[in-house]
């Protein structure tokens, strides 16, 4: 099975850093992916990783240990239009179709 | 962007009539996914479909059906439709299983 945890609210400040963090129990793993939805959109991709370690995309960054089933996406220098949910999701592998497992999402409002 | 689109983007049914939501592609890629998402529960896949006429259950699959006659289009069904399935229903892609894009959503209220 899956199961897949993350916080379901974060506050924080204008400019400032927020840390999200996701661990997972998962039957097969194959990536590790974040996606940002604001209220009432449909989600979009943010960052993948698939090795141990840290990937860095602008603000954004994304790390990942598969030895302790732990991921993080940290968003950097906060800006207002970052207020959206964060979702965590783990693939499984082609013979199941790359399904994504989603995590219930946390919620980061930031305030100025 | 890539390009997928969902229809109808809203719709009101009464219970226990059949439902059909379209996802439509222009990317050309293998996989399509149905999700659907409600609070407290996050997005849940539905059904999915790996190429033309091959498609999969996914977690929550009982009462839907799916079928892709053409590459371009994955459709869901909701054969009776139910007051528990009111949700936003999501459709998304993925070429050779990397990132899923996903469409703009279809929000589906059963009175």
């Known amino acids: 099975g899956q199961n897949i945890d993350q916080p379901t609210e974060m506050t924080a400040t204008e400019g400032a850093i927020v840390q999200i963090n996701c661990t997972y129990q998962?039957?097969?793993?194959?990536?590790l992916f974040w996606y940002q939805q604001h209220a009432g959109e449909a989600p979009t991709f943010l960052s993948y990783n698939v090795l141990d370690g840290l990937e860095e995309k602008g603000r954004f960054s994304s790390f990942l240990s598969r030895s302790k089933g732990y991921s993080y996406l940290l968003l950097k220098e906060l800006q207002m239009k970052d207020s959206a949910s964060y979702l965590c999701a783990v693939r499984a592998g082609r013979a199941a179709g790359n399904k994504l497992t989603f995590g219930g999402g946390t919620r980061v409002l930031v305030k100025p | 962007d890539a390009g997928i689109t969902q229809s109808p983007r809203h719709k009101v049914t009464e219970t226990g009539t059949p439902v059909t939501l379209r996802c439509h592609q222009t990317?050309?890629?293998?996989?399509m996914y149905w999700y659907r998402q409600d609070p407290g529960h996050g997005l849940r896949l539905i059904h999915y479909?790996?190429?033309?006429?091959?498609?999969d259950k996914g977690e929550v699959s009982d009462g839907y059906s799916v079928s892709r006659s053409k590459t371009e289009d994955f459709l869901l069904t909701l054969e009776s439709a139910t007051s528990s399935q009111t949700s936003v229903y999501f459709c998304?892609?993925?070429?050779?299983?990397?990132?899923?894009?996903f469409g703009p959503g279809t929000r589906l209220t059963v009175t």
């Open positions: 998304a892609i993925a070429s050779r299983g990397y990132e899923q894009y």
């Open positions: 990317e050309n890629h293998r996989y």
């Open positions: 998962t039957s097969g793993f194959n990536g």
């Open positions: 479909s790996y190429g033309v006429k091959d498609t």
